[in-house]
């Protein structure tokens, strides 16, 4: 490992795979490295990385998952799957492919980020898509490297979700990457015919035995290497990688991470965890946000649900709050068969019950990241700061009231039996918290910003402030999560980065 490189990119995941493969395009010569196995050939890969069907290798104990600790308001733990694979966590996700919103573009923006406007951002929207449906329309594109395609043909249950959505006079959303009013449409996915599509599978496949792009997996990557204030490689488990770039694109958590295991972030944090201070960064880890989730079940009739093999996905709702911020702040994911199904693969025994996801999609509360120890191996924690503020508790309760209200719509009531929902304010604000999640859509780890934000750890060009020669590129450097599924902007951002450093 001790070649030298134009270019070393850390993490072969959802944004990580095309920044290497457009870098290698432009004529760098690209290392890049992942944590988890590399699989060449897609076709080869282990089915539950392909089969859009399961989750498979979202579980915990499977290789591809990194299976980190998170922990809720109230100390609650939860499990934070994370893909450690080429692909990253697209290998292993539902396959929900939701762009951005011009608002959430509007946002970045307006916190000082002019090269993140929506108008800045069309254009490698379109260049990454080749979507099956509407590639041939305006503000799309037809011959990109993901697929996006729709779901049909689905089982009862989806078609009376549809219905359900209608019945309550909820407007239609035919194409939910078009910017258009929110309400309830069919999901866009990058999936092909049940097959998982994912950014290893689209980024770099076509590119095996490009003389500008080499992939190693299995190398995990310990710290960023800094000499003089630059960055100039990164130490890794099979020894050193010198490079004249360095670009972090592991994840909302795996970026931060190793910035603070290399002595980049709050100084007093670094100091408690045994890691010497090389550039007080006070935002490192700090102000992050993600989609608070809950479920309400139902209990669907025989026959109504997805069979094991189909799609557990079809249609979603997105619906604002009172007094939203950006419309589409509230979103319903109806999934079509129980997830002891999808979590194997396996036809659920009869009696179990479906799950209805609500998510806050712009919330007030933040989070953190922290850094348990200076070992490597030693995993970070994140702490959510879900539902803290009154405003979110606020806003959740109005999407589960709306959930439990589609639930009891006409269309829906001959297919099955929604599960009991308090009706008043603090017992359901009490049930909410039993059952609170969240959607694994962290975001904002190193966010970018102007050199007048404290905050900001990256300027708009994805540069590390204090350390020359280093990159985040990955959604640690969203201001905010974006109000949709992260997946596609991840994607985006890899794309971006890779404009942004080839000029």
């Not at 004529?27 to 399961?54: I, K, S, W, Y």
């Not at 697209?90 to 929900?96: F, Q, T």
């Not at 594109?141 to 996006?148: K, M, Q, R, T």
């Not at 910017?179 to 309830?184: D, K």
Request: hydrophobic share 45%.
């Amino acid at each position: 490992m001790a070649e030298h490189w134009d270019v070393v990119v850390v993490g072969a995941g959802t944004a990580g795979c095309p920044l290497a493969a457009r870098l290698a395009d432009a004529g760098r010569r690209v290392l890049l490295l992942e944590a988890g196995a590399h699989h060449p050939d897609p076709a080869a890969a282990p089915a539950e990385l392909r089969d859009a069907a399961t989750l498979r290798a979202a579980v915990s104990g499977h290789p591809a998952n990194w299976d980190l600790p998170g922990l809720l308001p109230g100390g609650r733990e939860v499990r934070v799957p994370r893909g450690r694979v080429s692909g990253g966590s697209s290998a292993v996700n539902a396959g929900y492919f939701v762009r951005p919103t011009p608002a959430d573009a509007a946002g970045w923006a307006a916190a000082g980020n002019d090269l993140w406007a929506w108008e800045r951002l069309l254009p490698a929207l379109c260049r990454l898509e080749s979507d099956r449906e509407y590639g041939d329309r305006p503000g799309h594109g037809a011959d990109g490297p993901v697929p996006v395609t729709r779901p049909t043909g689905g089982p009862p249950l989806a078609c009376a979700f549809a219905a359900a959505a209608e019945e309550l006079g909820l407007p239609a959303e035919p194409d939910k990457n078009a910017g258009a009013p929110p309400g309830y449409g069919p999901l866009p996915r990058n999936v092909v015919d049940g097959v998982r599509i994912s950014t290893a599978a689209a980024y770099l496949a076509p590119r095996r035995g490009h003389p500008g792009l080499t992939v190693r997996g299995g190398v995990r990557v310990l710290r960023v290497l800094v000499e003089r204030g630059r960055a100039v490689g990164v130490r890794t488990t099979a020894g050193d990688v010198r490079a004249d770039e360095v670009v972090l694109a592991a994840g909302a958590v795996g970026s931060a991470h190793l910035l603070l295991l290399s002595g980049i972030g709050p100084p007093d944090r670094l100091r408690t965890a045994g890691v010497d201070v090389l550039v007080a960064a006070p935002g490192v880890g700090e102000e992050c946000s993600d989609h608070p989730l809950v479920y309400l079940p139902f209990r669907p009739r025989a026959g109504t649900t997805a069979p094991p093999g189909g799609s557990p996905l079809d249609g979603v709702l997105h619906a604002s709050s009172a007094g939203a911020e950006v419309p589409g702040d509230l979103e319903v994911l109806p999934w079509l068969a129980p997830f002891a199904q999808v979590m194997t693969g396996h036809a659920a025994p009869e009696g179990e019950v479906v799950e209805v996801g609500v998510g806050l999609q712009r919330t007030a509360g933040r989070g953190r990241l922290v850094l348990a120890a200076a070992d490597p191996a030693a995993a970070p924690v994140v702490e959510y700061g879900h539902l803290v503020e009154e405003a979110d508790r606020r806003r959740m309760r109005e999407g589960v009231r709306l959930a439990a209200e589609l639930l009891r719509t006409r269309a829906l009531a001959g297919l099955g039996e929604p599960g009991a929902v308090p009706a008043e304010d603090a017992a359901l604000d009490a049930w909410i918290r039993d059952r609170l999640t969240t959607a694994v859509h962290l975001s904002g780890t190193a966010r970018m910003g102007p050199e007048s934000d404290p905050g900001a750890v990256v300027d708009q060009e994805l540069r590390v402030r204090g350390v020359e020669g280093l990159r985040v590129a990955d959604t640690s450097v969203l201001p905010r999560v974006t109000s949709r599924g992260p997946a596609a902007t991840a994607v985006l951002i890899g794309e971006r980065a890779a404009e942004l450093m080839v000029g």
